[in-house]
């Protein structure tokens, strides 16, 4: 089943002799439970690709459809409530809450939402990251790994029906790197969680289903 499709997506800042195109007419599709890694050198146009993906940016041209929604279609507003439900963002750097605890981090997005906190729920997330002793600990009390699990849970809560990781290794030792690889290769399998990985490190990417390659803004 396919759950996202990529359609002649172009992305251009500037004009005239400023002119860059990050993307031009990038066209593709991934199905329901696929774990797919994006790879290419910096400035190849991959962040702007999985940022256009996850509606935290417009195109200049083209469409993206996540599970049958035309994401682009929609009002900033309706897009905002759209991608907090319906994709799960992880970023190199965490992006916690520096004043919010580990639980807390986690179950943000439903707070945002003013949804009620599953304790069995978060009891299995808190399992699942191997976080439970942590819990209560501030980010700034977390290794850089514990960070990115965190974030990592906090992508996972709602059930989204895509997870975007951002180089979610790229500030991470080889050790940690290992651990948060072998975490979003356990979420794909045995929660059928759909991922779309940036990563430059072509070791890293042979863990995902398929690897697509992208340079100077097209599909190599």
């Given at each position: 089943?396919e759950i ?5 997506l172009?992305k251009?800042y500037?004009k005239?002799?400023?002119?860059v ?5 990038v066209s ?16 190849s146009?991959?962040s702007?690709l ?12 083209g469409?993206?459809?996540i599970d049958?929604?035309d ?9 905002a ?8 963002l992880?970023?190199?750097f ?17 707070a945002?939402?003013?949804r ?5 729920k978060?009891?299995?997330m808190l399992?699942?990251l191997?976080?439970k002793s942590r819990?209560?600990?501030l ?14 849970g ?12 951002d180089?979610p290794?790229g500030?991470?030792?080889s050790?940690?790197?290992d651990?948060i690889?072998?975490?979003?290769k356990?979420t794909n399998?045995?929660?059928?969680q759909t991922?779309?990985?940036i990563?430059h490190?072509?070791?890293?990417a042979q863990?995902?289903?398929r ?10």
């Amino acid at each position: 089943m396919e759950i996202l499709k990529v359609e002649n997506l172009t992305k251009i800042y500037g004009k005239d002799s400023t002119k860059v195109v990050a993307l031009d007419h990038v066209s593709f599709t991934v199905e329901k439970g696929e774990f797919v890694a994006i790879v290419g050198a910096s400035g190849s146009g991959k962040s702007t690709l999985l940022h256009l993906i996850g509606g935290v940016d417009r195109p200049t041209s083209g469409k993206v459809y996540i599970d049958g929604v035309d994401i682009f279609a929609l009002d900033d507003d309706k897009l905002a409530i759209f991608r907090r439900r319906q994709v799960g963002l992880i970023y190199q750097f965490y992006n916690l809450i520096p004043i919010l605890n580990v639980e807390e981090n986690i179950t943000l997005p439903l707070a945002l939402d003013n949804r009620a906190v599953n304790k069995a729920k978060i009891e299995e997330m808190l399992d699942l990251l191997a976080l439970k002793s942590r819990r209560n600990h501030l980010p700034n009390e977390l290794s850089g790994g514990q960070q990115q699990k965190t974030s990592i849970g906090r992508a996972l809560i709602t059930n989204p029906t895509l997870i975007l990781a951002d180089e979610p290794t790229g500030n991470l030792d080889s050790k940690s790197s290992d651990e948060i690889v072998a975490l979003l290769k356990k979420t794909n399998k045995e929660l059928k969680q759909t991922i779309i990985m940036i990563t430059h490190n072509l070791e890293i990417a042979q863990c995902a289903d398929r690897i697509i390659k992208i340079e100077d803004g097209h599909l190599a």
